[in-house]
């Protein structure tokens, strides 16, 4: 390959390293600690942060435009809305822009919205980088991790009453598929902080969630019911139930609807709230709705659910697939209720409300929904309760500071490894030397970047992979450098040298890198835990060292012959028959 296109493609790849470095470069060393604080709450304390900031940053505009002073510092995008609600409105524009402009055009409810969505969309834009950051491990941050057993028996009962059948392998597999779904959305639907769900072994699951952690609210989210059901809504009792309300002002409803006087509702009537996503992602609450008591299908029948677009419309709606005894049921109920509102119900709590136009067997499509609503809907029934009965079979916490003691320590041992690997190869081979310092430092960025590219999780034998890769990085450059020593020894010049090494040297160490690479990918596919952690590391590593070594190190000698023009070639301090490392014809 030309040099000149292979100047390029390591430009094309240092450029695509720095995007995919970027998140994490800014989230850990441009992102104050006291935001990174408030980005790793929950959802529930980022909403009430962001209204009791937005309360207390009112008061201050209001004491501003009280006083004829201009808005407090920092809250200029405040006059940002107001000159374009002053333009759309058609008022004289003021002549200061100042606090009391601003309210003279917004009430104190909209100013106090602004602040709130300001702040709000701070925090979740932070979240979100944290996200595409390259996250610490349980070893790295502290946390909670917990060790969930699959009841196997239960699950062979569950199959040979419905299907007179034991399950398959694959069928296993959908089944914990389903399960890991399942506790993505519990613990996302409660705003814990991110966690790291996988699978270990056949028949169990790991679950990782960093930062501080409630052990014992965490555990009730996992083990939890998580109910799907559906249930016809009766509007006629839901009108009654609101003709109550309005009589009695003072009548408070119960969580699950119940009125504080007996027998106001029919006895086979339920009342359930009514939900739907907030701009935090928080169900929001935004009524009640009576259903019938009558489950119609609860959620273990449903086997998949997706959005689908109408082809003649393209409107979105959602079809959810259901077993052969669930097709059964649903087509009965469904039959006897044509016209009725349909309630998809999750943990008690009304999702969605469509009607039934037609008596529906094993596939059911949902319309009259937006896309999100219907992405909503399918997230719903494909996140109910866990067809699988799990069990903990160990739970560990780990504090901060062991974490950021860990950290210290790892990064400790990651730079004293590369400066003294660095140090000794400038003293034994001079010039040469610095070809492969840089080669080191590029290997390190690379490493990094894929890390950050795939979100792999660093942990601390993450780091370990990392140390050795250092070490086998420069061990190519030792073969090759060996490999210039002999042809130096023979009396060839610089460029001879150069090119007969690295030629002499390529499968030398592409062999023992492929024998490294195959034995990091049985171990990150039959690996869990720490072990998957280091095969990680070792494959990205041995992936950029070959290429810092083979690729990059041999552009910079070429570069050093072509561009700078030199003639001999100083790769240490002795060549055999050679007084200097450094001779050679030209």
């Known amino acids: 390959m030309k040099k000149r296109y292979r100047f390029f493609i390591i430009l094309l790849v240092t450029g695509i390293c720095l995007a995919f470095l970027y998140p994490s470069a800014r989230w850990y060393f441009f992102v104050p600690r006291d935001e990174q604080t408030l980005a790793l709450g929950s959802r529930e304390q980022i909403r009430d942060y962001a209204r009791q900031t937005a309360g207390l940053e009112l008061e201050r505009v209001i004491a501003a435009a009280r006083g004829g002073q201009d808005l407090p510092e920092g809250m200029d995008y405040l006059l940002d ?132 952690a409630d052990p014992e609210r965490i555990r009730s989210i996992i083990m939890g019911s998580g109910g799907l059901a559906f249930h016809i809504v009766d509007d006629e009792a839901t009108g009654a139930f609101y003709s109550y309300l309005q009589e009695h002002p003072s009548a408070v409803p119960g969580e699950d609807g119940s009125l504080p006087v007996p027998g106001i509702m029919p006895a086979d009537v339920l009342v359930l709230g009514t939900y739907k996503k907030d701009s935090y992602g928080l169900d929001e609450w935004t009524g009640y709705r009576a259903v019938k008591k009558e489950v119609g299908l609860d959620g273990s029948h449903i086997q998949r659910a997706m959005v689908e677009r109408d082809q003649r419309t393209s409107q979105p709606s959602v079809t959810f697939v259901l077993d052969s005894a669930g097709g059964e049921l649903f087509y009965q109920f469904t039959s006897a209720n044509v016209g009725k509102p349909l309630a998809i119900v999750l943990d008690g709590r009304i999702k969605s409300i469509a009607t039934i136009r037609e008596p529906i067997h094993e596939s059911v499509r949902l319309d009259g929904v937006d896309m999100e609503e219907a992405n909503n809907i399918a997230l719903t029934l494909r996140t109910a309760a866990l067809p699988v009965d799990l069990s903990v079979v160990s739970q560990q916490s780990i504090g901060p500071s062991l974490g950021a003691d860990t950290i210290n320590r790892g ?151 072509d561009i700078l023009g030199s003639k001999k070639l100083s790769v240490g301090w002795f060549t055999g028959g050679h007084p200097e490392m450094s001779g050679g014809a030209s």
């Open 81 to 212: 809305q107001a000159k374009r609600a002053y333009k759309i409105s058609g008022r004289e524009t003021p002549e200061s822009w100042d606090a009391a402009a601003v309210l003279r055009v917004f009430s104190r409810s909209e100013v106090h919205n602004l602040i709130e969505t300001c702040h709000r969309e701070r925090i979740l834009r932070l979240k979100r980088l944290q996200q595409n950051a390259v996250q610490l491990g349980l070893d790295l941050s502290g946390g909670l991790s917990i060790v969930l057993q699959g009841d196997m028996e239960s699950l062979r009962e569950k199959f040979n009453g419905q299907y007179g059948r034991n399950p398959t392998e694959e069928e296993q597999e959908t089944v914990f598929g389903q399960s890991l779904e399942v506790l993505n959305s519990r613990i996302d639907r409660f705003g814990l902080t991110e966690p790291v769900i996988r699978r270990q072994g056949p028949d169990q699951i790991y679950v990782e969630i960093p930062g501080a």
């Open 411 to 561: 990064l400790y041992a990651l730079l004293g490894g590369l400066a003294a690997v660095m140090v000794f190869m400038l003293l034994f081979y001079k010039a040469a030397g610095i070809n492969a310092v840089v080669a080191q430092i590029l290997n390190i960025y690379l490493m990094f970047s894929i890390l950050s590219a795939f979100n792999f999780t660093l942990t601390l034998p993450s780091i370990a992979g990392f140390i050795l890769t250092i070490g086998m990085a420069v061990d190519a450059n030792v073969i090759i450098f060996e490999r210039m020593k002999e042809e130096l020894r023979l009396g060839k010049g610089r460029r001879a040298a150069v090119n007969a090494g690295f030629d002499k040297a390529f499968w030398a160490i592409m062999d023992s890198n492929i024998t490294t690479f195959i034995a990091a990918l049985f171990l990150s596919q039959l690996g869990t835990g720490p072990i998957q952690g280091f095969a990680v590391s070792l494959a990205i590593g041995v992936f950029s060292s070959v290429f810092t070594a083979l690729f990059v190190s041999r552009l910079i000698f070429d570069a050093g012959t």
